[in-house]
């Protein structure tokens, strides 16, 4: 082979190599797949923003893409959007009816934090049956919390006390169950708990609030 031909070759070989690339990044930007996986990389790193835009361009290119309208919800309630993020749990749920991560994160990330205990309770009722009550302590405590915050108090301690049952060692409910003692009137009840609560590692885990009622309300 001369040397004009091996240059030949070369080229030719450069030229295929950059059209394979091309195709690949091309696939790539139309593939679904992956826009859900660079934007799941985002969330991993609190990218957020950059999240949602990767789930979106996702759905664009697979409007019935369950897992991208799941994980673009969680992005968006997380960015506090929560009007965006409960579109997108319905579509899920519409989607995929028996998506019981969809239906408990939708009552614990949207109706919960905006003031909606009712739809809370509905969600959790379903989540609950869609999964094995004795597997899901936190389902159960979510649901007393929201029913506390009804005032349905003897029904809350009821759904706290069986997900303690379940799991004993769950600092958050026995703060919620605290939380439903005081609202009863059941001061020395209340300071077990939260003291409980304390040696449970609350404070490392969700903040100070469990401390300030313990100076509020027990002397501590």
Not at 85 to 103: G, Q, R
Request: with cysteine; proline share 2%; glycine share 6%.
């Amino acid at each position: 082979m001369t040397k004009s031909q091996i240059r030949s070759y070369r080229v030719t070989q450069l030229a295929v190599l950059m059209i394979l690339i091309l195709l690949t990044a091309g696939c790539r930007k139309n593939n679904p797949w992956y826009h859900y996986k660079d934007a799941t990389a985002k969330y991993q790193l609190g990218d957020f923003m950059g999240a949602v835009a990767g789930y979106t361009r996702a759905i664009e290119l697979n409007p019935g893409f369950t897992e991208a309208y799941y994980s673009r919800a969680i992005c968006q309630s997380r960015l506090g959007s929560y009007d965006q993020a409960l579109n997108d749990f319905n579509k899920v749920s519409e989607l995929d009816p028996t998506h019981a991560d969809a239906i408990f994160n939708r009552a614990f990330y949207v109706k919960e934090k905006t003031g909606d205990f009712e739809g809370a309770i509905e969600d959790y009722n379903r989540f609950l049956e869609l999964r094995n009550e004795e597997e899901h302590p936190y389902a159960l405590n979510n649901r007393g919390y929201a029913r506390f915050r009804l005032g349905d108090l003897q029904a809350a301690i009821k759904d706290i006390n069986q997900s303690l049952d379940i799991d004993p060692a769950n600092a958050y409910a026995f703060r919620n169950r605290a939380l439903v003692y005081l609202q009863m009137g059941m001061d020395s009840l209340a300071c077990l708990d939260l003291k409980k609560a304390t040696d449970l590692g609350y404070e490392n885990l969700y903040g100070e609030d469990v401390r300030e009622m313990l100076i509020r309300h027990c002397g501590e």
